[in-house]
């Protein structure tokens, strides 16, 4: 089945540092890839949606100067949080879309968490 | 615009017994529905889904949910609980399973199995 690595599972980092996440779809090409993010006890809130070999388009509200997207390549997309903040604090989900056979749909990564102190 | 509204933010039910959780949706198209599960800092896991045809869907770990349309509701269910479906559980909509449109999800229902 479809399979997607999201790497780091956990990070901490130092406030004005910047941090890079990847998403990889191990079985399956991704032609779009989903960045999530989640505060505690809330649901997934869209930041982004990337297509391979594209620019990103973000969602209102997410500076795209700070939550830099590239989707190079159709089994890896990587989010990079630059000049982290503390209140950048968070769970980061990505999801990719496979669209062949058994890998139709959406499929999730198991998640980063960030902690910036 | 679409929404999903999660009706119960924490649900705590004895083990072994029967558990609904319940998922209403507001669209003005066809939709597409979905459940999924997520363990403590783990991504989240797709329990079933519901794309068309039957409108009873099986899902995996015993979960079943069925698709409403006069209701607008896809409940989830499960007649005997396990201590190990202690999760959060998200209800998600989608308007087009195949242009790469993102999901809408509701704010999620925390299950809590108690032994």
């Known amino acids: 089945g479809a399979v997607v690595s999201q790497h780091p599972s956990r990070v901490i980092c130092k406030s004005g540092t910047s941090v890079k996440i990847e998403c990889r779809s191990l079985?399956?090409?991704?032609?779009?890839m989903f960045w999530y993010r989640q505060f505690p006890k809330q649901s997934l809130m869209l930041m982004a949606t990337?297509?391979?070999?594209?620019?990103?388009?973000?969602e209102q509200g997410v500076e795209k100067d700070k939550f830099l997207i590239n989707h190079a390549s159709l089994t890896l997309s990587t989010l990079t949080v630059t000049s982290a903040h503390p209140e950048d604090s968070s769970f980061y989900i990505c999801?990719?879309?496979?669209?062949?056979?058994?890998?139709?749909?959406?499929?999730f990564g198991s998640g980063t968490r960030l902690t910036v102190v | 615009a679409q929404s999903v509204t999660q009706l119960d933010s924490q649900v705590p039910v004895f083990e072994e017994a029967p558990v609904e959780l319940r998922c209403n949706y507001s669209?003005?198209?066809?939709?597409?529905l979905f459940w999924y599960v997520q363990y403590p800092n783990q991504g989240l896991q797709l329990l079933l889904k519901?794309?068309?045809?039957?409108?009873l869907v099986k899902g995996i770990n015993g979960f079943e949910a069925e698709f409403n349309k006069s209701q607008t509701s896809f409940h989830l269910r499960k007649p005997s609980v396990h201590i190990s479906d202690t999760a959060e559980y998200f209800c998600?909509?989608?308007?087009?399973?195949?242009?790469?449109?993102?999901?809408?999800f509701g704010t999620g229902t925390s299950l809590t199995v108690i032994p």
């Open positions: 999801s990719a879309r496979g669209v062949t056979g058994a890998n139709y749909g959406y499929t």
């Open positions: 079985d399956f090409q991704a032609t779009t």
């Open positions: 669209s003005s198209v066809s939709v597409y």
């Open positions: 998600a909509v989608s308007d087009s399973w195949n242009t790469g449109n993102q999901f809408y």
């Open positions: 519901y794309l068309s045809g039957s409108t």
């Open positions: 990337s297509n391979e070999g594209s620019k990103a388009t973000y």
